[in-house]
């Protein structure tokens, strides 16, 4: 069993629908929760992170942190066609300081107009 | 303010030869790590430099080494390329002077190095 598992898509939405990404993890150990957003041929760029459990808010964006549960999810609001790209789960341990960070394989969302 | 920037862009190898990449961190990080991406999968972390140390350290093989220089610029080898070693290696950086509740682990990735051996 993969420590975070992710469902790969692809996800295929209208333009402004509601967008709910999610992951799963094992390790109790992860403190640390980010989304990475991937185009095509490109780094990640990190869109959202959350310490422990909660949620957070930034623009059309919604990060949500389940600890007890081991869930995530990040929602975007009023989709748009430049939201289309991977999405990438990462979790961090706190213990160290590091920079090892354990990935999802991505969900590939495509918002249509 | 330049980004994280690697090198080459795109590499084509044969399987047995080695393979040099090299990283410049963003201006003011000083800790670098280096992520394999198989097509298809998220990132998998290789290992991380910080003071021209190997630091921590993910599930690879001897094969795998790095370096890091004074000027926190780093470089990935892998020696005895197998066919399974084609991907996109991404470095990423970071500043390591934020510390416990402050190091969010927020990194910054360059747009990696496609990899491919044949």
């Known amino acids: 069993q993969k420590e975070v598992e992710q469902d790969p898509g692809p996800l295929s939405v209208p333009e402004g629908a509601i967008v709910s990404l999610n992951c799963t993890y094992s390790?109790?150990?992860?403190?640390?929760f980010m989304w990475y957003r991937q185009y095509s041929r490109k780094g990640p760029e990190l869109l959202m992170y959350?310490?422990?459990?909660g949620n957070k808010e930034d623009g059309r964006f919604t990060a949500q942190v389940d600890k007890s549960s081991k869930y995530i999810s990040l929602f975007i609001r009023d989709s748009q066609p430049s939201d289309s790209a991977t999405y990438l789960c990462?979790?961090?341990?706190?213990?160290?300081?590091?920079?090892?960070?354990?990935f999802g394989t991505g969900t590939q969302l495509k918002v249509e107009l | 303010d330049a980004g994280v920037t690697q090198s080459p862009t795109h590499l084509i190898k044969t399987r047995g030869q080695q393979v040099t990449l090299r990283c410049s961190p963003k201006?003011?990080?000083?800790?670098v790590s280096w992520y394999q991406q198989a097509l298809g999968q998220g990132p998998q972390f290789i290992f991380q430099?910080?003071?021209?140390?190997?630091?921590q350290r993910g599930n690879f093989p001897d094969r795998f080494s790095g370096h890091q220089f004074p000027n926190y610029s780093s470089e990935l080898n892998v020696n005895a390329l197998l066919l399974g070693d084609s991907a996109l290696y991404l470095c990423?950086?970071?500043?390591?002077?934020?510390?416990?509740?402050?190091?969010?682990?927020?990194?910054?990735f360059g747009e990696g190095s496609r990899l491919t051996v044949l």
């Open positions: 990423a950086s970071r500043f390591s002077g934020l510390a416990g509740e402050r190091n969010t682990g927020e990194l910054f």
């Open positions: 390790n109790s150990a992860f403190q640390y």
């Open positions: 959350t310490y422990s459990s």
């Open positions: 990462a979790m961090k341990e706190i213990t160290g300081g590091g920079n090892k960070l354990t």
């Open positions: 201006s003011g990080h000083d800790t």
């Open positions: 430099y910080y003071e021209e140390e190997e630091r």
